[in-house]
């Protein structure tokens, strides 16, 4: 059974760094895109960034890129959003999902598992 767990989030004032994990409990991820999307008050789930677990090609959204960094862990299982000089706008709630194929999607609707999510708060 897929299970992805997320963790990292927190209280952190603008320019801030934060580290967020997400851990497949259930299967390995070996053949799959993992990716992060946010979703703030009021507003609709976005993309924030994804990899290709089979090689490492990864993609971000333009509001993230040159401050936030996905990577994976291939004997933890886990992959990592490091995120830097965040700002007000970055609070939200992240969710990891994961799904399955070679293709990296940017819709929401393109993934099938999805985490509990983790709290990211910027204060300005």
């Known amino acids: 059974q897929v299970q992805l767990v997320e963790s990292g989030g927190g209280l952190v004032q603008a320019g801030g760094s934060l580290r967020l994990s997400c851990v497949d409990s259930g299967r390995t991820f070996s053949t799959y895109v993992v990716g992060w999307f946010r979703q703030g008050p009021g507003k609709e789930r976005e993309f924030v960034s994804a990899?290709?677990?089979?090689?490492?090609?990864?993609r971000s959204a333009d509001s993230v890129k040159g401050r936030f960094t996905i990577s994976r862990d291939n004997a933890k299982n886990t992959v990592y959003l490091q995120m830097s000089s965040l700002k007000p706008e970055d609070t939200a709630i992240y969710y990891c999902a994961r799904r399955g194929g070679a293709g990296i999607a940017l819709s929401a609707a393109g993934y099938d598992y999805w985490g509990q999510g983790t709290q990211v708060t910027v204060s300005s």
């Open positions: 990899i290709r677990w089979s090689d490492g090609t990864t």
